[in-house]
């Protein structure tokens, strides 16, 4: 049975494009039901309106606390039909409820639990690896929890850090490693489902 998930989104919806198209190839057993921003604006919704994917933009004034704010998307996730969430890019706290332990993914551009936490994400991670003088980094599927970047990891790949990167030309090679990686840790994840 072809699971049906939301991918949760706040900025350019690289992720959400590259995974809806595996989905309509028939190449990923998934259906994408609901593109979920907080964000008005974004690149992200532009793309899911040309896959033909329901969109919602939600509390973009941020005038709900992360309870509040949880409690609205994972409605609207469940209205949607969705029973599997996958953030790609998405910038704020998700407070997962008990009934969907297990069933919410995320991909983060390090090896966690290196370079991850609050305030760690997109070009900060990058500039971190290349503070710390990394030679290898990568990215890390993992099954989210309630805390940031913290539950149990599906999946980890690795690429090289080169001499003369910079930040851009290092979140470039680690986003082609994360192209094929979260495809399949999502393969991973509904065998084992």
Known sequence: MTRRAAILVSGTGRHLEHIGRLCQAGELDLEVGLCLSNKPGVLALERAEALGIPQLVLDPERNLNDAGFSHA??????????????????????????????????????????????GC???????????????????????????????????????????????????????????????????QYLADA
């Not at 409605?75 to 969907?100: K, N, S």
Request: charged letters at 20%; proline letters at 6%.
């Open 73 to 118: 998307a994972f409605t609207a996730i469940q209205d949607a039909g969705c029973d599997l969430i996958l953030l790609a890019g998405f910038l704020r706290m998700l407070v997962v409820p008990r009934a969907w332990n297990g069933r919410v993914l995320n991909i983060h551009p390090s090896l966690l639990p290196a370079f991850g936490g609050k």
């Open 121 to 187: 994400w997109g070009h900060h991670v990058h500039q971190a690896v290349l503070d710390r003088g990394c030679q290898v980094t990568g990215c890390t599927v993992h099954v989210v929890d309630n805390q940031y970047d913290h539950g149990p990891i599906v999946l980890q790949r690795t690429c090289p850090v080169e001499p003369n990167d910079t930040v851009d030309t290092l979140a470039a090679r680690v986003f082609e490693v994360e192209r094929d990686a979260y495809p399949d840790a999502i393969r």
